[in-house]
Protein backbone atom coordinates (compact mmCIF):
# COMPACT_ATOMS: atom_id res chain seq x y z
CA UNK A 1 0.00 0.00 0.00
CA UNK A 2 1.57 3.18 -0.84
CA UNK A 3 1.75 6.00 1.66
CA UNK A 4 3.01 8.95 2.56
CA UNK A 5 5.49 8.24 5.41
CA UNK A 6 8.53 8.81 3.87
CA UNK A 7 7.66 12.05 1.94
CA UNK A 8 6.37 13.38 5.98
CA UNK A 9 9.08 11.92 7.58
CA UNK A 10 11.81 13.53 5.78
CA UNK A 11 9.79 16.98 5.39
CA UNK A 12 10.84 17.21 9.38
CA UNK A 13 13.74 15.68 8.59
CA UNK A 14 13.09 12.60 11.33
CA UNK A 15 15.15 9.32 10.87
CA UNK A 16 13.30 6.31 10.29
CA UNK A 17 14.51 5.37 13.80
CA UNK A 18 12.95 8.43 15.40
CA UNK A 19 9.89 7.40 13.82
CA UNK A 20 9.95 3.78 15.27
CA UNK A 21 10.87 5.01 18.69
CA UNK A 22 7.69 7.77 18.94
CA UNK A 23 5.05 4.50 17.17
CA UNK A 24 6.74 1.93 19.44
CA UNK A 25 8.09 -0.10 16.04
CA UNK A 26 11.03 -1.22 15.38
CA UNK A 27 12.85 0.67 12.33
CA UNK A 28 12.58 -2.28 9.78
CA UNK A 29 8.75 -1.70 10.32
CA UNK A 30 9.13 1.67 8.98
CA UNK A 31 11.49 1.10 6.29
CA UNK A 32 8.65 -1.84 5.07
CA UNK A 33 6.49 0.52 4.72
CA UNK A 34 8.51 3.23 2.92
CA UNK A 35 9.24 0.37 0.44
CA UNK A 36 5.22 -0.61 0.09
CA UNK A 37 6.59 -3.95 1.66
CA UNK A 38 3.90 -3.73 4.26
CA UNK A 39 0.79 -2.15 4.91
CA UNK A 40 0.82 -0.44 8.85
CA UNK A 41 -1.87 -1.59 11.22
CA UNK A 42 -4.71 1.01 12.20
CA UNK A 43 -3.52 1.76 14.94
CA UNK A 44 0.16 2.39 13.82
CA UNK A 45 -1.42 4.70 11.09
CA UNK A 46 -2.86 6.23 13.45
CA UNK A 47 0.06 7.24 15.59
CA UNK A 48 1.82 7.72 12.19
CA UNK A 49 -1.00 10.25 11.51
CA UNK A 50 -0.64 12.53 14.94
CA UNK A 51 2.81 12.65 14.82
CA UNK A 52 2.70 14.62 11.22
CA UNK A 53 -0.34 16.13 11.82
CA UNK A 54 -2.52 14.74 9.23
CA UNK A 55 -5.21 12.34 8.59
CA UNK A 56 -5.05 8.53 8.49
CA UNK A 57 -6.81 8.72 5.56
CA UNK A 58 -4.03 11.16 3.84
CA UNK A 59 -0.79 9.23 5.10
CA UNK A 60 -2.00 6.19 3.63
CA UNK A 61 -3.51 7.61 0.16
CA UNK A 62 -6.63 5.63 0.61
CA UNK A 63 -8.08 7.27 -2.15
CA UNK A 64 -5.82 6.58 -4.65
CA UNK A 65 -5.11 3.23 -2.98
CA UNK A 66 -8.91 3.03 -3.18
CA UNK A 67 -8.51 3.75 -7.22
CA UNK A 68 -6.01 1.17 -7.58
CA UNK A 69 -7.65 -1.57 -5.67
CA UNK A 70 -11.12 -1.23 -8.24
CA UNK A 71 -9.20 -1.35 -11.16
CA UNK A 72 -7.61 -4.49 -10.15
CA UNK A 73 -11.35 -5.78 -9.61
CA UNK A 74 -12.62 -4.33 -13.14
CA UNK A 75 -10.14 -6.97 -14.92
CA UNK A 76 -11.41 -9.69 -13.24
Do not use: W
Amino acid sequence: MKTKVKELRTAVKMTQQQLADLVHVSSRTIISIEKEQYSPSLMLAYRMAQIFGVTVEDLCCLQENKELEDLQYEDL
